[in-house]
């Protein structure tokens, strides 16, 4: 009788390995997160009443540093086309309506 080698099972789970922060790099993180927020919330308080008139529930996609917005029907390709022209830059999505996101929570 031939002896039957058990099959390697394929590693189950994450492929790369969790960032581990420490609370305050996870405190400064999210501090950022919250600042660039609120810069590209200004943009979009300062553009919404005018662009909900004609562009009611399309996206707007806010790049904060140069003030330029981008409006498209079409989440992604409002995204894509501020990519283009900042390349590497953080970008901010908003939806066109009265609170600015998608759905409920």
Known sequence: MT????????????????IQWTPEQHAQWEAERQEFRKRSQVIFNRVKPELMQTHYNWYITIEPDSGEYF?????????????????GAKLYTFRINETGVCGTV
């Open 71 to 87: 409006v498209n029907q079409d989440e992604m390709e409002g995204a894509f086309l501020a990519h283009e022209k900042y390349p």
């Open 3 to 18: 002896e039957t080698k058990p099959n390697p099972t394929a590693r189950r789970g994450r492929i790369f390995p969790e």
